[in-house]
């Protein structure tokens, strides 16, 4: 198994791949309790070996060739390394219990971050977008203002040509009926 500082997740669009953390905490489970059964087949090992301690006890008592010295002192060493045995168990339970309890707990802050983390992220994209499509509005408006007034400039320059023309055009017919009217005095004098 990875060492926990070696566990990475995959991070995907909300946060880390929820399947990946929970395969993480399956094995964790798994391996707390491959540990946990391990410190009690050894504790199970202790006690059948306690007993089998105690029955060769009684044996040695039943031995007249023993001294009760040697009796005492086999049984005070047997005692120890028993006793040690029961010690180093518990201690190892109460280590992987502490464990277990401050990985659950980082796991919830990690989680908690996460979720922190995510939200903050999903914040700032919604404003950064907000941002770009006001920006990007203010530009079409100001663009579509512009083509109006190039469109409204134009229109107004032509209505002042088309004025032009039909001044030019009524300077024209006037000065064409007035040679008109003229050549007609012309000829209605000869």
């Not at 060769?56 to 005070?76: D, G």
């Not at 989680?111 to 950064?128: D, F, G, P, V, Y």
């Amino acid at each position: 198994m990875k060492a926990l500082a070696e566990t990475y997740f995959n991070k995907t669009f909300k946060g880390y791949d929820t399947a990946q953390v929970d395969e993480f905490i399956t094995s964790l489970s798994d391996t707390y309790e491959k540990n946990t059964s391990e410190l009690n087949d050894r504790l199970r090992a202790a006690e059948a070996e306690n007993e089998r301690l105690r029955s060769e006890i009684l044996q040695l008592h039943s031995q007249e060739e023993l001294t009760a010295q040697e009796h005492r002192e086999e049984l005070l060493e047997k005692q120890k390394e028993y006793d040690a045995l029961c010690a180093e168990i518990g201690e190892k339970m109460v280590v992987a219990d502490k464990r277990a309890a401050e990985i659950i707990k980082n796991a919830e802050k990690e989680a908690s971050l996460i979720i922190t983390q995510a939200q903050r992220s999903s914040e700032n994209e919604a404003r950064a977008i907000r941002t770009r499509a006001e920006e990007d509005a203010n530009r079409l408006i100001e663009e579509t203002r512009s083509k109006c007034e190039s469109i409204s400039a134009a229109a107004e320059e032509f209505r002042a040509r088309q004025n032009e023309m039909n001044r030019s055009m009524l300077e024209t017919e006037n000065r064409f009926a007035s040679a008109l009217n003229k050549l007609r005095e012309d000829i209605g004098e000869e």
